[in-house]
């Protein structure tokens, strides 16, 4: 089973690499200046390219499930709360 850190990674990389590989402007800077101080702009190709990729890996964040272990500290909270607000105030861990 390959883990779903190791899919995305390895996708928003080749994505990544396709569409800058694609892409025949490169980053230029405003005004054409010769300042070193000058702001560089990426082609609004790339920009575009990283911004698919980003809302990629944020979708498969927002869908992955809820890992089992933050299920159960979360329902230990959720518990110790109840107690509290019942007035039990016993320092018990669970």
Known sequence: M???ETRWKSRLAF???A???NASVPMTEPGGSDNDE???IL???VQESIGRSLKAH???IVNAPVPDKFLVL???LEAQ???AASGDMSDERL
Request: net charge negative; glycine share 0%; charged share 45%.
């Open 43 to 45: 082609d609004p190709r």
């Open 38 to 40: 000058a702001e560089l």
């Open 19 to 21: 569409e800058m590989n």
């Open 15 to 17: 994505v990544a690499r």
């Open 81 to 83: 709360e109840i107690r």
């Open 58 to 60: 944020y979708d498969d």
């Open 2 to 4: 390959i883990k779903r």
């Open 74 to 76: 979360l329902a230990q």
